[in-house]
């Protein structure tokens, strides 16, 4: 796994969210667009990110992290990803990810 920033039109999503969702906050006082226009991305996680094969129309397919995929599209800002190969396990504390919108029910070590 490596940390870099990469532009968010090389990353694949896995779904679609309206503004509302992005722009209301969710969990805290502020929205995470508003957190990170004041603050910038330095005290965010990384998202988890797959590099994906050749023949994709996307470099990289996103596993978690639709929100600030779609906070640093808006901003036309690159995205700060862990960049995972092929059966590359993902530790999210190891890894320093932030727990996965599913609550990681469905996370497996294998």
Known sequence: MRIDYLPTEKIGTWCVYND????????????????????????????????????????????????????ARRMNQKLKCAIYQKDEPIDIIRDG???????????KKD
Do not use: C, M
């Not at 990110?49 to 023949?55: A, M, N, R």
């Open 20 to 71: 509302k969702y992005f722009s209301t906050p969710n969990y805290f006082e502020e929205s995470l667009e508003a957190f990170i226009k004041r603050e910038g991305w330095k005290n965010v996680s990384p998202v988890p990110v797959f590099e994906l094969p050749g023949g994709f129309s996307h470099q990289y397919v996103l596993i978690d992290g639709h929100t600030r995929h779609e906070i």
């Open 97 to 107: 990810l932030a727990d996965f919108g599913i609550g990681n029910e469905g996370i």
